[in-house]
């Protein structure tokens, strides 16, 4: 892959890039890139997760070095139960890993590190503890704003420690970026900020696009109507796609989203076409080779909701394929969530 190639995947579908000139500089020089995207083994993974794992799937293709920090610690600090965080760390780490083989990811780069194996030593939390020094309470609320679940008038201490915890990972995990959606922007920035105040180099921050859900703005764990669960069944995904919001001639919803940064990204990568069946009194089979075909069909109402809800259907079943035959994350889960 030559220079300008790679260079166009490290960036594809990126929302924002803080230091992109540092990137491109880094990526010239010939030196080994690496970075980490980091999740906290909280809820349910959902299909949600499909968009971060397929730029984890460009990052690797473009040769970086990829570490992903199941961060434990950080989900007790979110208010998950001490004594669940081995099994949903255990459920994450698969859930992740039969993702990541469904998109036919080469994962002969990426790493999988636990948090508490990285953050629990003498240096880390001396490190927790200088940078508390030079951080109010107000810019730690601030900055966990977006990410954490922090009460408005009267936050727990636990949600303020989390943006000081995530900017100290991008030193320990020794990596020139962190991956991460735009939710998470205002730690990002804090990290940048904050890091060399303890004299440790700022860091490259990417971030994605905020996916909608299907019903609302934004896909949320706490929202079932909102999210595919990668063990739901064909059906149950059919009928929340259905339901989803997905007016006429509006492509602003969840399902185009779907299509415009998952599904029809790995249609065009694998030179595939996005087939719409229809019946031959309503015009036949319609084939679409990228997004802006769709959406322009969509627009000027060529393309009926329905009938793209039921393509649409079909494409997320057969990727939780792997899901359904799978014994062991059906185990896991119900371990995790019993």
Excluded at 157 to 184: N, R, W
Excluded at 297 to 310: A, E, I, M, R, S
Aim: with cysteine.
């Amino acid at each position: 892959m030559d220079a300008k190639k790679k260079i166009d995947l490290i960036k594809r579908n990126l929302q924002e890039i803080v230091g992109e000139k540092e990137l491109d500089k880094k990526l010239k020089s010939g030196k080994e890139f690496s970075l980490y995207w980091g999740t906290m083994p909280t809820g349910a993974v959902s299909f949600a997760y499909f968009f971060p794992m397929l730029k984890i799937s460009d990052f690797l293709k473009a040769g970086l070095k990829v570490k992903i920090l199941l961060a434990d610690l950080h989900a007790a600090l979110d208010g998950v139960s001490w004594d669940l965080l081995e099994k949903r760390y255990k459920y994450y780490e698969r859930a992740i890993y039969l993702i990541l083989q469904t998109l036919g990811t080469d994962i002969k780069k990426l790493e999988f590190v636990k948090g508490s194996e990285l953050q629990l030593n003498k240096d880390y939390l001396n490190d927790l503890l200088k940078l508390s020094t030079f951080t109010t309470v107000a810019k730690a609320k601030h900055s966990a704003s977006e990410a954490v679940k922090t009460a408005r008038d009267n936050p727990k201490l636990a949600g303020l420690i989390y943006p000081l915890m995530q900017a100290l990972d991008e030193e320990y995990l020794k990596v020139d970026a962190q991956f991460a959606g735009l939710d998470q922007r205002k730690i990002l920035v804090y990290a940048r900020e904050f890091l060399p105040k303890i004299k440790y180099e700022k860091r490259i921050e990417l971030m994605t696009p905020m996916i909608k859900g299907l019903v609302g703005k934004q896909m949320s764990s706490s929202v079932e109507s909102s999210k595919i669960d990668l063990l739901d069944s064909e059906k149950i995904v059919k009928r929340k796609i259905n339901k989803a919001d997905c007016v006429a001639g509006n492509f602003e919803n969840g399902i185009m989203e779907l299509l415009k940064y998952l599904i029809m990204v790995l249609k065009e990568d694998n030179k595939e076409k996005f087939v719409v069946e229809r019946d031959e009194k309503h015009g036949g089979n319609l084939e679409y080779s990228c997004y802006k075909e769709i959406e322009k069909d969509f627009v000027l109402k060529k393309l009926h909701p329905l009938d793209l809800k039921n393509a649409v259907a079909k494409e997320i079943n057969f990727l939780l394929r792997n899901f359904r035959k799978d014994k062991k994350i059906k185990e896991l889960y119900r371990a995790a969530y019993s």
